[in-house]
């Protein structure tokens, strides 16, 4: 049964990339990165199951948990063009004047 | 005894079978849906629908061992951040004036000027 859902997950994920090559604005490309770690995340899992190794979670697991950060961090840096310290800036040119 | 196992091993089948087709589902909607919103809401399907029937189905599969403390963690939060993520990738796109189309006859076969505006902020 892992077969089925490997092969769903594989099938699922070239189709994704379909997307992200094709999508036309950015924020299809960002949505398809993240629908992509999310299908990393469940393909690593099941692959761990398949092999009789689920210790590949703890592998999922991080790998969940860079996703949801590296989708927030991109999301962030094109709306505010930095990462760090976006909303200080501009206070901080005010208290300047 | 073993007939709780069929048991247990035909509900392990029926949640992993149902979560890759909706998994599948999810992305043939992401790639082909015609605009924006509604590729969101296709791929959406995936974080919901799909990751909680599979991590239910490897869960019974796995027993009550540590694998499955892993995977309820890895469930809830993925349960908790792909609605996030996928709401702030709603956000960007809303705040940097991509719209969805409104409007009589809209079948999505031409969404050309929404994705112009969109490109331009890109």
Redesign the interface.
Known sequence: ??V??V???F???V??L??LY?G?????R???V??FG??T??FI??IG?LTGR?DF??I??LY??IN?VG??AI?KY??YRAIGDAHQRPTDREIGH | MSALETVINLL??FF??S???F??I???G??RFPD?WS??HA?SI??SA??IL??I??CL??GLTL?TV??L??GV??FI??P???H??AN??L??G?RPPEGEGLTGAEPEPL?AD??D??
């Open positions: 049964m892992f089925v859902a092969f769903a997950l099938i699922a994920m189709l994704v379909g997307r094709a036309p604005t950015l924020y299809d960002v949505l398809a993240n629908s999310t299908h995340v469940l899992g099941v199951f689920p979670l703890d999922a697991l969940a948990l949801f989708t927030i999301l094109f709306r | 392990s089948w992993i079978v979560g890759s087709v998994v599948v999810g992305a043939v992401t790639l924006f590729r969101l791929a995936t974080d799909g990751m599979l991590v189905g490897m599969q796995a694998v892993k995977l963690i890895i939060f993925l951040t792909g996030t993520s996928t702030a990738v960007a796109a705040v940097t991509l994705e969109g490109d902020n890109a």
